[in-house]
Each structure stands twice: as structure tokens, then as C-alpha cells.
């Protein structure tokens, strides 16, 4: 059914990426095209940690994970990518211009410079490289709950305020079509070579047209085991409301980490097919973002588990 865009995204850096969406959406364009251009935003900006400017890997390099779906299943993803500033758009060209779903590291590098992406410099932000430096302290792997929403960057108080990890965004377009997109430069110091979920079609992001939509931030390895945005469809096609089905989901990750949930975070974002929304985390601390028409911007605090 046709009916009002959306677009939600998440995290306090989503309100600038869903403005980035709704000039697509306004127009009357096409979810697919309002969730590339949205994300866009965040991976272009230089005060956060999606896209080139966030924190490297334990050797000290940036790489990138980013997947992209629209409303009749057609999926791109690319990991572990270097040197490149807009991994979604690569993505979205994995999706349209190869028999394939997905690229990782150096041939998905190699794909982008064919296809025109620049090359840019190996080179960490300041920000980054101050925090990598701290790291190398310890080289301990902590993992911060929330550290997305703090104004800090792992280990320590460096960093703008907008920092994080990922963006998920999800749109419905006047026609009624939903699609998605997740981006990140996925947990800060991790080891080389590790991929979380943001860019695994099914874990950080799925979407069915005729149910609805879904994304996750957090701790990757936590929601690639339980499927989580594919998991949070299939609850929403068995009637659940977007935030229900968030909740359900959750309620799944909490049980199977029983006591170690205190020790992560995990949220999920989702739309239905009729145009509501919703959001559950594991975690007190989840912000999501939300751009109608009738209401330009609007922060939700989520709902949590614990
Ligand atoms: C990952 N899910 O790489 C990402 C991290 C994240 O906000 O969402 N951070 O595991």
C-alpha cells in the first residue's frame, strides 16, 4: 500500500543522516535511493566513527563493512574494504553490477577503483589516531556499552560528541516500498580481518517488502548469531508490531548470553510494511532517529531489556 515516507535510523547521528534521506523521500524518490544518500551523510562526516574517519583494527587500519537492501530482495554488501569513502555506495553497485552479493578486502577494493571510487589516503583521523595510540597502551579488546551515544571513543575521552560505530537506516517511500542500509567501521581494535554484522544481509539488515524491515547496531557477534534483523522480520510476519518484534528479538540475545548480557549491547530498528516503527536494546542508552513528514526530526529513547 502507497502511504507517508520514513525513514528511521540509529543512534543521535541518525537525525543528520535522515535528513540527508527525506530530500529523496520528499521528492517522491525511491526508498533504495533515500537510504544510500542518508548514510552517505555519516560516512562523510569527520566528527564520527562510521566511514574513514573511524577507529582502525588492532594493526592500525581502517576497514569498512556496509550492506544495502531494497524491496525485492536484492542485497549488496561489501567488508572488510579499505581506502574507500563511501563503502554503501559500493554496495549498492555490488548489488546493480555484479552477478554477486557480495565483495570483501582487497577484490572488493580493487571493484570500487574500477568503478570509479577514489583512493584515499591511508591515513587515520586525528581523533582515531589519538585513540589507537591510547589503545596500544593496553591492547586490551573492551568493547564499550553505548559508546556510540558517550561523546567518547574507545579507551578513552577523545573524540567529538557524534561518535559511533554504525548508522542502520530504514526507509518506506510514497509508493510504499521499504529498503535499507548499514554502515560501519565496525568495532573499534578489533582484529584484522574480523567482520560483525553490519554487512551480513540477514544479521545487520533485511527486508521483506510484504512484512517489513530491520536493522541492528551493537554487538555484532551477538547478532550474527541469533540472525537478528532476519529474526525480527520473521517475528513481524507472525503479526508482531515493529516494536514488539525488536523486543522479542532481544529477549532472545538476553537468553542466550544469560549473565554476560550485562557485559554488551544490542538494539534493533524496524518498520512494517503498513509504515509503523519501532526499537528494543538489551541496554538503557539506545537512541533512535525518525523523520515523517508531519514531524522533520524526532530522537526516540528506546525501550531495553535490562
Ligand atoms: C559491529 N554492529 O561491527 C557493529 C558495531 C556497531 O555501533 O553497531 N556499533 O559489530
Redesign the pocket.
Known amino acids: 500500500p502507497a502511504g507517508k515516507p520514513l525513514v528511521i535510523s540509529?543512534?543521535d547521528t541518525g537525525l543528520a543522516a535522515n535528513l540527508g534521506a527525506w530530500k529523496v523521500l520528499s521528492k517522491g524518490g525511491r526508498a533504495l535511493d533515500a537510504v544510500e544518500a542518508g548514510v552517505m551523510v555519516t560516512e562523510a562526516s569527520q566528527n564520527c566513527?562510521v566511514g574513514l574517519g573511524g577507529n582502525p583494527d588492532r594493526e592500525g587500519i581502517v576497514t569498512l563493512?556496509a550492506c544495502i537492501m531494497d524491496e525485492q530482495f536484492n542485497c549488496g554488501s561489501v567488508a572488510a574494504l579499505e581506502r574507500i569513502k563511501h563503502p554503501i555506495s559500493v554496495a549498492r553497485r555490488i548489488m546493480e553490477r555484479t552477478p554477486h552479493v557480495m565483495l570483501v578486502g582487497e577484490g572488493a577494493q580493487q571493484f570500487a577503483v574500477a568503478q570509479g571510487f577514489p583512493l584515499e589516503p591511508q591515513k587515520l583521523s586525528p581523533d582515531a589516531e589519538k585513540a589507537y595510540r591510547e589503545w596500544l597502551k593496553t591492547s586490551l579488546y573492551q568493547?564499550v556499552v553505548n559508546?556510540?551515544n558517550s561523546g567518547r571513543r574507545p579507551p578513552g575521552p577523545v573524540g567529538g560528541a557524534n561518535n559511533?560505530?554504525?548508522?542502520?537506516m530504514l526507509a518506506r517511500d510514497a509508493k510504499g516500498n521499504l529498503s535499507g542500509s548499514?554502515t560501519?567501521?565496525?568495532?573499534g581494535f578489533?582484529m584484522r580481518g574480523?567482520?560483525?554484522?553490519?554487512p551480513l544481509i540477514g544479521s545487520?539488515l533485511f527486508v521483506d517488502n510484504a512484512v517489513g524491515a530491520a536493522a541492528?547496531?551493537?554487538?555484532?557477534?551477538d547478532?550474527i548469531r541469533m540472525a537478528g534483523a532476519h529474526t525480527v522480520v520473521e517475528l513481524m510476519r507472525q503479526g508482531l508490531s515493529p516494536t514488539a518484534a525488536c523486543k522479542a528479538a532481544i529477549e532472545r540475545v538476553a537468553k542466550i548470553k544469560g549473565d554476560k548480557a550485562r557485559d554488551i549491547?544490542v538494539?534493533f530498528i524496524a518498520v512494517s510494511s503498513q509504515g509503523q516503527h519501532g526499537a528494543y536494546a538489551l541496554q538503557k542508552g539506545f537512541s533512535y532517529a525518525v523523520c515523517t513528514a508531519e514531524n522533520q526530526q524526532q530522537l526516540i529513547q528506546s525501550d531495553y531489556w535490562l
Open positions: 540509529t543512534w566513527c563493512d568493547p559508546i556510540e559511533h560505530d554504525t548508522i542502520a548499514c560501519t567501521s565496525g568495532m578489533k574480523r567482520l560483525g554484522d553490519s545487520g541492528a547496531t551493537g554487538q555484532g557477534e547478532v549491547q538494539c
